[in-house]
């Protein structure tokens, strides 16, 4: 039930978080002060803006506040884009903004109206001593916030840093649209975001990597002469009008996160609790959002304690998505450098969809024929054709569409010692038959000791030789058109093991056989076994293997090999430092720690015939400190292109067992994304990749060129002929088998 008496709440900070939040638990009846060390028209920045969705829950809790910022709305729906001095429009996105300094005007007001008393100009006492008095404390105190800092310990707060320097300014005009425009300057990358706040007013920020502001002198700049400099950078777009600040200053984002929002009756709102990078205009969204969420808890929880823990409950899921792709917008931005050289609607293509928010799909909605354009310059056959549908050559193999059945390790090899059977011509058969352009065995292995366990399949006998072309020709005359790839691999130190199911890279209780790496570092110290250092002989003898099983793997009929570089297997072991600590011509720098997994791929390629394709499969981070780094994974990548690697199939982590993933929706894509805009070579994107949508907006972007789909094909053989169905797309690409063609259209799910 609602709380039924009347709480004393203190909230620390007077931004728009504070105020709004102090104005709705006043309307609910509450005895509500605000302290804020600021005159009243304090602010840094200028434009505020707000989406549809949090001007939703805006009118529904206070119409009146609904009804002053209605009033004062500037309102666009295009975004330009600027690219080498061409302008691109997209239009139907739907902005609404207004002066941060009206904004607070509005809520100054209302909140006077309703009673809530305002100590401006006036620094807040500590939050626990407001705790001591005070029913309930809101922290509203800003990315800088006190209350956090002295509550750390509970709390619990992450902060990081970006690696740019950005500038809020203004401009005594207004742009018509959100503009984006890039500069080529001799000191580096720089850009601008624009929009209109008022009639006769835009924000204006500049942002740059680090090291181009300092290279750029900006470092040793004044506000004025930052603001001038700036000004004569972007002269075109400001039409030779000058910028000005507001107390402006160069700073790096930081990105704020709380493991608890909350401690006693203290709780955190705003930017004190979470921040998100401004290129998704969030910043004050999400404070009014906390603010709505906050009074809401208020008012139907029985007590303080049951209010703080639904806000929280309630503001975590959407905080933690909004900074997720407030994350990916800003290390899109950080990454610029690499975009320019894209064709130009690929560009801005790629600029709209970056935080992964908006999509191929509902861009369509708000702009078809932008991006209709975007598809032609892609080379989609025609308008019925999504981009996935797409067909791409490698070497002599023509993929008839952009999907991928990723590589799934199936644990199930008929008599233990490798051997595929039934179960694996029935889980590929189906999976082709099922429309991808390519379908992938698990990681076949190269010999008996290079089993990860002992249900994982090889190719190092003539029987298991045989047993793989029965598959293979399966696939090929029962779904013709489908590509199926081998993936070649050995499990170095994380052999040995048991079978998925019983305990993920746990040892074998009996029956282990030896393992080897390229140094002698268990996997999971105190756990796994030591494998052996493998001498120069060792290396002869695994690469040899490789090429035997690879000449077995191209008399079986497979399409397109693949080279296991990943994931802490044998290869990847010499890839990263923190698995190889090797002291001769196999260890040390990265050249030298190439040196081996090229080797192999040489002698693969020899074998492998001309006409086929070969990738390479990598992990482009370890997701631990001095790991592989973002820079040593396109150097690999490289590496691998220039001995005859026609794609890089991008995936990561798996190699140390202390890894700390950073988990969500396409959280790989960056790394394939920028593999290839640094290269030019073809990628593959794998990683969390479900939707058909997703597909789509990564190929139009230029992220990748492949995607590979792995649990949502398990879920769904036919993920790939469902997703061409609910696109309406019947051609070529994406052809139906002839004995399920009755079933290429949804079957009805209720009674008409």
Not at 253 to 263: A, K, Q
């Amino acid at each position: 039930m609602p709380v039924a008496r009347t709480l004393r709440i203190a909230v620390i900070g007077g931004g728009p978080g504070g105020l709004y939040a102090a104005a709705l638990l006043a309307r609910q009846g509450h005895t509500v002060q605000v302290w804020e060390r600021g005159a009243p028209d304090d602010t840094f920045g200028f434009g505020v803006v707000l989406s549809d969705e949090t001007l939703g829950g805006i009118e529904r809790a206070d119409t009146d506040v609904y009804a002053a910022l209605s009033a004062e709305f500037v309102r666009w729906d295009d975004i330009d884009i600027v690219h080498r001095g061409r302008m691109l429009t997209s239009g139907g996105h739907g902005f609404a903004a207004l002066g941060r300094r009206r904004l607070l005007e509005i809520l100054h007001a209302r909140c006077a109206d309703l009673g809530v008393r305002l100590h401006l100009r006036t620094p807040a006492p500590a939050a626990d001593a407001l705790a001591a008095s005070y029913d309930l404390v809101v922290a509203a105190d800003g990315v800088h916030s006190a209350t956090r800092r002295s509550g750390a310990a509970h709390f619990r707060p992450t902060v990081t840093g970006g690696r740019c320097r950005y500038i809020w300014l203004a401009s005594d005009f207004a742009f018509d649209a959100f503009r984006f425009e890039i500069a080529e300057t001799e000191h580096g990358v720089m850009q601008l975001h624009a929009y209109p706040y008022a009639r006769d007013s835009s924000t204006v920020i500049v942002e740059m990597r680090e090291e181009v502001w300092r290279a750029a002198a900006f470092d040793l700049c004044d506000e004025a002469e930052s603001a001038a400099r700036c000004a004569k950078v972007f002269g075109e777009a400001l039409h030779g009008r000058p910028l000005r600040g507001n107390r402006s200053a160069w700073t790096a984002f930081r990105t704020v996160v709380n493991e608890r929002w909350s401690h006693g009756n203290v709780v955190l709102l705003g930017d004190a609790a979470h921040t998100a990078h401004f290129s998704i205009g969030s910043g004050t969204k999400l404070a009014v959002e906390d603010a709505l969420a906050l009074a809401e808890a208020v008012a139907a929880e029985p007590g303080v304690p049951a209010a703080l823990a639904a806000y929280e409950a309630a503001r975590r899921p959407a905080v933690a998505s909004t900074q997720r792709a407030a994350a990916a917008s800003m290390r899109w931005f950080e990454e610029l450098a690499g975009y320019v050289d894209q064709p130009e609607r690929q560009f801005a293509f790629n600029l709209l969809t970056r935080s992964r928010r908006v999509t191929h799909g509902n861009l369509k909605v708000r702009d078809e024929r932008f991006t209709r354009a975007v598809e032609r310059d892609f080379g989609c056959p025609d308008e019925a054709t999504p981009p996935m549908f797409t067909p791409l050559r490698l070497r002599g193999l023509t993929l008839r569409n952009r999907v991928v059945v990723s590589p799934m390790d199936m644990y199930s090899a008929a008599d233990g010692d490798g051997m595929p059977g039934d179960f694996h011509l029935v889980h590929l058969g189906a999976r082709a038959l099922g429309g991808a352009a390519l379908v992938m065995t698990e990681m076949v292995c190269v010999s008996r000791e290079g089993r990860i366990t002992p249900g994982c399949t090889g190719l190092y006998t003539d029987a298991q030789a045989a047993a793989w072309t029965r598959i293979a020709d399966f696939v090929h005359a029962s779904a013709p058109g489908t590509a199926l790839g081998v993936q070649l691999g050995h499990s170095g130190r994380k052999g040995s093991t048991r079978l998925m199911w019983e305990g993920m890279d746990d040892p074998l209780p009996e029956g282990n056989w030896p393992v080897v790496a390229a140094s002698a570092l268990p996997y999971r110290p105190g756990v796994s076994a030591v494998p052996r250092a493998l001498t120069r002989a060792d290396l002869a003898s695994i690469r040899a293997e490789f090429a035997a099983a690879a000449a077995r793997a191209a008399g079986c009929g497979f399409d397109l090999l693949e080279l296991h570089c990943a994931h802490g297997y044998l290869l990847s072991g010499f890839l990263s430092p923190l698995a190889n600590r090797r002291t001769d011509a196999y260890g040390g720098p990265l050249t030298h720690r190439l040196r081996f997994p090229l080797e192999v791929f040489d002698a693969v390629r020899e074998v492998w015939p001309e006409d086929r394709p070969m990738t390479v499969r990598l992990s482009a981070t370890d997701w631990a400190p001095g790991g592989t780094s973002a820079e040593d994974a396109v150097a690999i990548a490289a590496a691998f292109a220039a001995h005859g690697a026609d794609a890089i199939d991008v995936s990561t982590g798996q190699v140390v067992s202390d890894e700390a993933p950073e988990f969500g929706r396409s959280y790989q894509t960056p790394y394939a994304d920028r593999i290839r805009n640094a290269l030019g070579v073809p990628v593959i994107a794998v990683g969390a990749i479900s939707s058909w949508d997703d597909v789509n907006s990564l190929l139009l972007a230029g992220r990748a060129d492949l995607c590979a789909i792995g649990r949502p094909h398990l879920y769904d053989p036919h993920w790939t002929l469902h997703a061409a169905a609910d696109q309406s797309y019947e051609g070529p690409a994406a052809p139906w088998p002839a004995p399920y063609r009755a079933g290429s259209r949804k079957p009805p799910t209720g009674k008409g």
